[in-house]
């Protein structure tokens, strides 16, 4: 190969480039042959060498292999959304001078940044700040890279507090040989990786550095390649996610590869508030959040309480269908407990603090699982007693950081529906199996249809033996691929002491809801020392599968509000049907009608207020009860009602039989209407 030309691999096959050739221009050259970007995810604006992230800038090597990441990959638009963060940052200081830089990461959907200033961002600096940032992305001012030692880094930023924080995090990271400083994960953005470097953004009519920002990269080639902006909102946030750190104020926003696609999800935002749980819950009287209580902790109301009680009975009943035993555990222990537990070594910033009672530490508990355990351990067991399937409703408090609460899926107490499956390895294949489909059809039975997977398998640092790892991710992939759920493996990311899956729902209007998850625990077991009695007569210690099937009860509820827009199926309905006489008249007939479908279970009000027909009628679907009947002269004559749908369509003349038996069918079927 000659001096001046490299070897590089792209799409799979060998190139000869000129020495000096960046990323960007071998991927044009690709381009111009007629490949196209994987997956139709556009015109590449990075790309992965050897398997890194890297600007379209990077110059390449010989041997690299070279692979074009477009803005619609999930890669590309982390690398749209935080390039867009910088433009908002640098707004922000042109309008706002004395604001000092917080972090700027991409997020789901979006992007944020968080500065310090003297005071709140109000909604008119908002509009300012977007259309600042507007004028530059028409600018096209270049995203600029430069390798910074931490001493030009802290000479260059001096001004900036907070990115001197994180520079010697960065240090004392690189001391103690971590590649991602300690705190939030989206420090990683700044000071994540080997090198710590800067970013430019370069005026293109001058040459000159119009705004610099401590960033890991990569980044668009220029701000022109910022297709969709808009910014969403503001509030505070504790800096680096820490009550004892200055509050900063941090503006959303979100970015797309098209404006197309940005007013989909406007669009979809908006129906999204309409569906808001927290919202829907106040309308219809479900649940609400007393202060006087505290933060993240519900009180459900008696309409509220109706839906989680039919949400929990039909879950106990298949349950004990399918051979789990239900048992019932305090909400505090001892802090030995938690100490064999290893909860209070690896989970003690999530705990709530300890009460002291006669010379004694109590915690509220967060995980049910030691309890489970100590029942197994109450008594010997035998092999011909396993899998053993402990279930339990129970409650379980977890000091969640006030700026992550959010209404019911986000709460600080909380009620799994948790099981723990004591087993033997011969066992665990089919175990797993049999419990994923049990999920599944559990969950299609409250009205989700839509599902997808995520197995997370060994990471770097574990404890255990690896051969009991590779049984454990064995089994949890039989069970995916038996199942036939779309899956994809998540390649180190299970916990340090377990693999696991999660299974992932699709809402009404396309969400992704993170909600059951099955684990495989060889730790626990071994902390506690439980055992077995084989059928050779030797003592074996068992496997343990964790499983919480609604994640708990309160975010299960929150999704379904959200799913079902308030509006749940006549079966869990809190009001299945309202009775609805055309003058007063009637009242007592429909009273009659009531006493007939309370006798089959229906959960039944009879409006006899003073309001006019039409306006109980109109309360009615504003309460979002599935079922009205109305009654007349001519319907009392007959025998009959007048039945309306919420959806509006209405049968008159309805022999009074013939409704309660559509009622009863439709609530005995769990049909949606």
């Known amino acids: ?45 990075a790309a992965r060498v050897n398997g890194e992230l890297r600007d379209l800038s990077y110059r390449l090597s010989d041997g690299d292999r070279v692979e074009p990441v477009g803005i619609g990959s999930p890669d590309g638009l982390n690398i749209l959304r935080h390039s867009t963060a910088h433009v908002l940052a640098q707004a922000v200081q042109d309008l706002f001078p004395q604001a000092k830089l917080g972090i700027g990461p991409p997020i789901e959907n979006g992007f944020y940044y ?68 300690p705190g939030d994960s989206a420090e ?23 705004w610099k920002d ?40 979100t970015a797309w590869p098209s404006r197309a696609a940005q007013d989909d999800y406007l669009t979809l935002l908006a129906e999204a508030e309409k569906r808001d749980h927290r919202r829907l819950g106040a309308e219809l009287d479900l649940f609400s959040f007393p202060t006087e209580i505290g933060s993240g902790l519900p009180v459900f109301h008696p309409k509220g309480g109706i839906v989680r009680k039919a949400l929990e009975d039909y879950s106990r009943q298949r349950h004990e269908q399918s051979g789990y035993e239900f048992v019932y555990t305090p909400h505090i222990t001892r802090s030995e407990l938690f100490e064999t537990s290893g909860h209070l070594e690896w989970y003690a910033d999530g705990m709530y603090p300890p009460m002291e009672m006669e010379g004694a530490k109590y915690y509220p508990k967060p995980m049910n699982c030691p309890m489970h355990i100590l029942i197994y351990a109450s008594r010997g067991r035998s092999y011909r007693e396993l899998p053993l399937r402990l279930f339990e409703f129970g409650t379980v408090y977890r000091f969640e950081k006030s700026g992550v609460v959010h209404g019911l899926t986000r ?36 009205g989700l249809t839509e599902f997808e997977a995520e197995l997370s398998t060994r990471p770097d640092k574990f404890v255990g033996e690896i051969a009991d790892w590779d049984r454990a991710e064995a ?12 899956y994809v493996i998540a390649e180190g990311e299970g916990a ?15 969400r992704r809801w993170q909600l059951s998850t099955l684990q495989v625990d060889f730790q626990e077991p071994g902390r506690f020392g439980i055992e077995y009695q084989a059928a050779d007569g030797s003592r074996q210690r068992p496997y343990m599968i964790h499983r919480a099937l609604f994640g708990s009860i309160e975010r299960f509820f929150g999704i379904l509000v959200e799913h079902f827009a308030g509006a749940f199926p006549p079966w ?68 009959a009602v007048s039945f309306r749908y919420r959806s509006g369509e209405q049968k008159n003349g309805v022999p009074v039989a013939d409704a309660i038996a559509e009622i009863t069918g439709a609530v005995a079927s769990r049909i949606q209407v």
Request: charged share 25%; with cysteine; aromatic share 6%.
């Open 188 to 210: 990683s953005v700044e000071v994540g990786g080997a090198e710590l470097t800067i970013y430019d953004n370069v005026d293109p009519a001058t040459g000159a550095v119009a």
């Open 214 to 253: 401590l960033c890991r990269g990569p980044h668009l080639p220029t701000t022109r390649d910022i297709p969709a902006f808009t910014l969403m909102r503001s509030s505070g946030a504790y800096w680096r996610g820490s009550e004892q750190n200055p509050q900063l104020q941090r503006i959303y926003g």
């Open 1 to 45: 190969m000659p001096a001046d030309k490299l070897c590089i691999t792209l799409a799979g096959s060998e190139h000869v480039v000129e020495e000096g050739t960046t990323a960007g221009e071998a991927l044009a050259d690709r381009q111009q042959t007629g490949s196209a970007t994987p997956n139709g995810t556009g015109t590449p604006i």
């Open 475 to 486: 089994a949890l992939k039989h069970a995916l691929d038996k199942s036939g759920l779309k």
């Open 496 to 510: 340090f002491y377990a693999p696991k899956i999660d299974v992932h729902v699709r809402d009404a209007i396309g």
């Open 114 to 181: 968080d500065f310090d200033v003297p005071q709140a961002f109000a909604p008119d600096d908002l509009k300012a700040i977007e259309q600042k940032m507007r004028q530059i992305v028409r600018q096209g001012q270049r995203f600029s890279r430069r390798v910074v030692s931490d001493e030009d880094a802290r000479a260059e930023l001096a001004a900036e507090p907070y990115k001197l924080e994180l520079i010697g995090l960065k240090g004392r990271a690189a001391a103690s040989g971590a590649d991602v400083p």
């Open 572 to 639: 869990l309905a809190p009001v299945q049907v309202v009775g609805i006489p055309i003058a007063d008249q009637h009242v007592g007939y429909l009273e009659q009608v009531a006493t007939r479908l309370r006798e089959h279970g229906i959960r039944v009000e009879v409006d006899a207020s003073d309001d006019r027909m039409q306006k109980k009628i109109r309360n009615a679907q504003r309460q979002k009860v599935p079922y009205m009947l109305l009654a007349g002269d001519d319907d009392v004559t007959a025998g």
């Open 411 to 446: 709460a600080r107490g909380f009620t799994q529906d948790d099981a723990h499956i004591f087993c033997t390895p011969e066992q665990l294949h089919d175990e797993l199996a049999s419990l994923l489909d049990f999920v599944v059809g559990l969950l299609r039975d409250y």
